[in-house]
T-cell receptor
């Protein structure tokens, strides 16, 4: 089968650093994506890792270890507007084109003042 | 450039009724997707179309049909709605190449309630 696991909730204070983990068990793998979703909104893309290592985009960084089937999203200098749900998604789980995706259950981040 | 658009935004159906959710993208993307999201949960893939003329089942296809009408449009049909299909439905698209190759663009969603 295929599954992704994420912690259900994380709480942190403004200005802090938070790490949200994602572990996966899938039959195929092209890469790991991260998406942010505010309440009532649509998911928006944050980052994508195809190879092992760290990708940095401003305050957001994403890490992947293919050998451990593990990744994380790191948010620095937390702001109140970062309160949202964060989803990891594995690309290319069952097809040969890397065009399908499976999403994790998401981590709800609450940023406190 | 509107991105991904979905209609309708809200819909209430009675059990057994049918309806079609419409999705269109103006980014010349090859691949399009339909997801459902139940309260407090992640997105589950219903169907996807890797390119014009092809469709494939995702994780939860039962009770749904899709049509890739052309490169821009991908519709989702519920033939006989059931209360278990109450959910928020998101359409998404992605390029097969280029700088945004790995980024799925999502529509605003359709909130469907089946009574």
């Amino acid at each position: 089968g295929q599954s992704l696991e994420q912690p259900s909730e994380v709480t942190a204070v403004e200005g802090a650093i938070v790490q949200m983990n994602c572990t996966y068990q899938t039959s195929g793998f092209y890469g790991l994506s991260w998406y942010q979703q505010h309440d009532g909104g649509a998911p928006t893309f944050l980052s994508y890792n195809a190879l092992d290592g760290l990708e940095e985009t401003g305050r957001f960084s994403s890490f992947l270890s293919r050998s451990d089937s593990y990744g994380y999203l790191l948010l620095q200098e937390l702001q109140m507007k970062d309160s949202a749900s964060y989803f990891c998604a594995v690309r290319g789980v069952t097809d040969n084109y890397g065009q399908n995706f499976v999403f994790g259950p998401g981590t709800r981040l609450s940023v406190l003042p | 450039n509107a991105g991904v658009t979905q209609t309708p935004k809200f819909q209430v159906l009675k059990t057994g009724q049918s309806m079609t959710l419409q999705c269109a993208q103006d980014m010349n993307h090859n691949s399009m997707y339909w997801y459902r999201q139940d309260p407090g949960m992640g997105l589950r893939l219903i169907y996807y179309s890797a390119s014009e003329g092809t469709t494939d089942k995702g994780e939860v296809p039962n009770g749904y049909n899709v049509s890739r009408l052309n490169k821009r449009e991908f519709s989702l049909r519920l033939e006989s709605a059931a209360p278990s299909q109450t959910s928020v439905y998101f359409c998404a698209s992605i390029a097969r190449a280029g700088s945004s190759y790995n980024e799925q663009f999502f529509g605003p969603g359709t909130r469907l309630t089946v009574l």
